[in-house]
């Protein structure tokens, strides 16, 4: 059974960080986190190949966010730099056994419970 498991979330000031970490079954997958505030929906944050070569952004996290993974700990992170308030939302870690980096999220099987991040401004 694939797990899942996100850790990190919190309470922060605008302009600090956090680092999410979403530790899985011990399965590489293509990882991704998305993120949901509340009334909106579900969107891609950033994405990391198997391998960890390559990664994808949205838009709105470029240069703020960055995602990285160790395959030896079966954990992928995610740094969050000068969050803002509209970072405000529950983070979903997700993987899907697939070679290449999506941002829809029906293309993603396994899914974590979410951590919540709060950003005060």
């Known amino acids: 059974q694939v797990q899942l498991v996100e850790s990190g979330g919190g309470l922060v000031q605008a302009g600090g960080s956090l680092r999410l970490s979403c530790v899985t079954s011990?399965?590489?997958?293509?990882t991704a986190w998305f993120r949901q505030a509340p009334g909106k929906e579900r969107e891609f944050v950033a994405g990391i190949s198997r391998s960890g070569i390559t990664t994808s952004y949205a838009d709105f996290v470029k240069g703020r966010f960055t995602i990285s993974r160790d395959n030896f700990k079966s954990t992928v992170y995610l740094q969050m730099n000068s969050l803002i308030s509209e970072d405000t939302a529950v983070y979903y870690c997700t993987g899907a056994a697939r070679l290449t980096i999506t941002t829809r999220l029906e293309e993603y099987e396994y899914w974590g419970q979410g951590t919540q991040v709060t950003v005060s401004s």
């Open positions: 011990g399965r590489a997958f293509t």
